[in-house]
């Protein structure tokens, strides 16, 4: 059966459709076109997994976040963003958001989590319709280090670290697709988006974990939790 794994790019989203041990790249502005995208190709497609915050704190922070960056080694760790408060995202202004969440969390938000904003609302906007599939919240970092831990302690965006990321990905069987320049996306983001869809397929599986287990609700109701 096959898996999606998304993870942001310059143009949008860059989804990598997994069917058997074969890889399909895909490309859209937004998560609802590529999922209708990758159901035209695949349309028994039923899981989703994409690096997003899904599942908003109210007063508190997320543990899943806690918990996945106990999964990392030291100088990893900051890859897992904390989760902007629900009330943070509902401002247009970087100023506004980080007072926004201090208030809800205690603590200011960075600027690199309020450019991740429009898309965490893209995402929260699908996950509340009226959709055809499972979406799961994954972390490419976590991913990895479930398949091989030494593979995350070089940068991803260095040559050693993209080698070490491909070669996990070998190990258990599967071959990230070549990397095409100018379609909107950078190299580690395919990367990030091969492992995602690994993490959809073990969901498929029974095999996925949750952080925590059970995921845990906040006001909006949506359960929260990283999936590896």
């Known amino acids: 059966m096959a898996a999606l794994g998304v993870d942001g790019c310059r143009a949008g989203w860059v989804g ?4 058997g041990s074969a890889y399909d790249v895909l490309v859209a502005p937004g998560i609802a076109a590529l999922v209708e995208t990758a159901r035209r190709a695949e349309p028994d497609l039923s899981v989703v997994a994409i690096d997003i915050p899904i599942g908003l704190p109210d007063d508190r922070p997320r543990r899943t976040d806690v918990l996945a960056r106990a ?3 030291m100088g990893r760790k900051s890859s897992v963003f904390p989760t902007p408060s629900r009330a943070a995202v509902g401002h247009p202004t970087h100023p506004e958001a980080s007072a926004a969440n201090r208030s809800a969390l205690g603590v200011g938000l960075s600027i690199q989590a309020f450019h991740l904003v429009p898309k965490i609302l893209d995402v929260d906007a699908y996950v509340r319709s009226e959709n055809p599939v499972v979406v799961l919240e994954a972390h490419p970092e976590v991913s990895f280090a479930e398949i091989d831990p030494f ?6 965006v260095a040559a050693p670290g993209a080698a070490a990321r491909r070669a996990a990905l070998r190990s258990i069987g599967l071959e990230p697709p070549a990397y095409v320049r100018g379609q909107g996306y950078a190299a580690d983001d395919l990367l990030d988006a091969c492992v995602l869809a690994w ?4 969901y498929v599986a029974g ?3 949750s952080l925590p287990d059970p995921p845990e609700a906040f006001s ?3 359960p929260a939790a990283i999936w590896v």
């Open 16 to 19: 990598v459709l997994l069917r």
């Open 71 to 73: 999964r990392l080694p």
């Open 151 to 156: 593979c995350v302690v070089p940068s991803k």
């Open 199 to 202: 993490t959809a397929s073990r």
């Open 207 to 209: 095999a996925a974990y």
């Open 220 to 222: 909006d109701g949506i």
